[in-house]
């Protein structure tokens, strides 16, 4: 009895219950459980903030990807026109306009500045696509649009190719023609 408590009614206190321990057991089990998913979910936050960082750079790098392309098409475009002028121009075989067709093809081809979903067919995605230099046009940019089939172009995509084809790249709707400006069937 010396080791026992008393309560306040004279009755000594039960001894202690031998599950008491297997309660701080489970509390330190609790404890450890909870700081090991802290840790996890540290983890996971700090991954999914690299995953973003990662996917921002290799968005910026496609980005500047595709300029460089479209910036070699054109050039490519321009050297393949301009070498060998008019000569090599009237000798092709693909009917290409030369440069006294292609002044004339220009005026009537008037360049404007892109505007995202101006005069856009309904059901349309909201962009459009450069198909010569692979490029999306953005707003802001000159483009060129062709009056027989609609098709839209970056303005010196356009005139690049006109300068050795007479048709449309996508369609080839004879661009200048009095006779037609249909495409073909």
């Not at 009537?108 to 059901?123: D, I, N, S």
Request: proline share 6%; with cysteine.
């Amino acid at each position: 009895m010396l080791f026992h408590r008393h309560r306040g009614d004279g009755a000594p206190e039960p001894p202690p219950s031998p599950y008491d321990d297997d309660r701080d057991h489970s509390l330190v089990v609790l404890l450890t459980f909870g700081i090991f998913f802290s840790f996890v979910v540290l983890y996971l936050v700090a991954g999914l903030v690299w995953a973003s960082a990662i996917a921002a750079f290799a968005v910026a790098l496609s980005v500047c990807y595709l300029r460089a392309r479209r910036r070699a098409a054109l050039a490519r475009l321009a050297a393949a026109a301009g070498v060998g002028g008019r000569a090599r121009l009237a000798r092709s075989s693909s009917g290409g306009l030369d440069n006294l067709h292609l002044r004339p093809a220009a005026l009537l081809l008037p360049a404007f500045a892109y505007k995202r979903g101006a005069g856009e067919a309904a059901g349309s995605p909201g962009w459009a696509q450069c198909v010569i230099c692979i490029g999306l046009v953005q707003a802001g940019e000159m483009v060129r649009r062709l009056p027989a089939c609609k098709h839209l172009f970056h303005a010196e995509c356009i005139d690049t190719w006109l300068r050795s084809h007479s048709t449309c790249p996508i369609c080839r709707a004879v661009v200048v023609d009095g006779r037609s400006s249909q495409p073909p069937v």
